[in-house]
Structure formats: C-alpha cells, structure tokens
C-alpha cells in the first residue's frame, strides 16, 4: 500500500469522525447523514461534480461557489456545508466521497446496522428484498442495512456479502472454477 493510499485512508477516517462527533453535538445526525448520502449519489452521478473534485487545476474559490450553489438551492444543513468547505480551505476536497461514505458507515454502526451486499442475476422486486433483510436481520441478531444490485452476468444464482462474511454461488463463479481447474489439468 502505499503512502497516500494510508494517508488518506486514515485522513478520511479522522475527517468523518470529526463530522460524526459535530453532527451529534448540534442534535442534526440524521440531517447530516441523509445530506451526506445525497452528496455521495451527486458525486456518482454528475460527471461535472465528481471532476470539480477531482481535478488538482480547479480553484479553490470554484469549488466553494459551486458547494454553496448547491446546498442553497437543496436547502442542505449548513454543519454539512461548513465542513466540506472546510476540506476545500484544507486542500482535503478530493476525499470527500471517501469521508462521506465512512460518515454514513460510522452512523450505521452506531445504530447497530449489520452491513450487507447483495448481487444476484435476477431481478428482485421491493417485497422480495425487504423479505432477505427481514431474514438477515433475524439471523444476526441486528437491523441490516442492504445493499441490492441486479446482474444478468451472473448467469445465475447469487453474490452475499454480510461484513466480512461472503458466499458466492452464482454460476459465472462456478464456471470460473470449472475453467481454472481444466488450466490446472
């Protein structure tokens, strides 16, 4: 691993702990959270934002303007736009898609919210899902947080990953195994 890679994983580590510790002082946890989702969702969606982030030439007063824009126009909780305009006067910006999502894993956690990642090659509807969350949930003893994703690649079967637990049975991973076997051969 190299050395940014650990920096800015232990940055983002502090920086999000910070903004948890804050977001409880002011009693806006969840407010923070919900608007700290809806920054992460923009970052994967607009091309335009996540470059705003992620490039080194774009002023920093760009990057202000464009933050205060947008938490004016969504009326997003203003603990939260302090503090990403803070990690742009830190020159901290370009982790803020990390920092955020170990935000909202911390909330999670601390609600005693089981994390947990679904991938299976058919397409589930909402009872169905909320069928596998009931059932996880009463498995581990904990409310599972689930994230659901649909992908025909996987011929068939499912992808299940509960903390650091994982169970593959899909056929694409099957056929993998068939095939390094017969390289083996």
Request: glycine share 2%; hydrophobic share 35%; with cysteine.
């Amino acid at each position: 691993m190299s050395d940014k890679n650990r920096f800015s994983d232990t940055s983002a580590k502090s920086y999000s702990q910070a903004l948890y510790e804050l977001a409880c002082e002011e009693k806006k946890l969840n407010d923070v959270e919900e608007h700290a989702i809806s920054i992460i969702k923009l970052i994967s969606q607009s091309e335009d934002f996540n470059s705003l982030i992620k490039d080194p030439t774009n002023k920093q007063e760009d990057q202000l303007n464009v933050i205060n824009l947008i938490f004016e126009k969504f009326s997003l909780n203003n603990l939260l736009k302090k503090f990403l305009n803070f990690l742009v006067m830190k020159r901290r910006f370009f982790y803020v898609e990390k920092i955020l999502k170990d935000f909202v894993m911390t909330c999670s956690k601390n609600r005693g919210e089981i994390s947990a990642k679904l991938t299976v090659a058919k397409e589930l509807n909402e009872n169905e899902i909320n069928k596998i969350k009931d059932e996880l949930s009463q498995n581990f003893g904990s409310n599972v947080k689930l994230n659901y994703n649909y992908d025909p690649n996987l011929i068939g079967g499912l992808i299940m990953q509960v903390e650091s637990v994982m169970i593959d049975t899909s056929i694409k991973n099957k056929l993998q195994q068939i095939e390094n076997k017969m390289i083996e051969a």
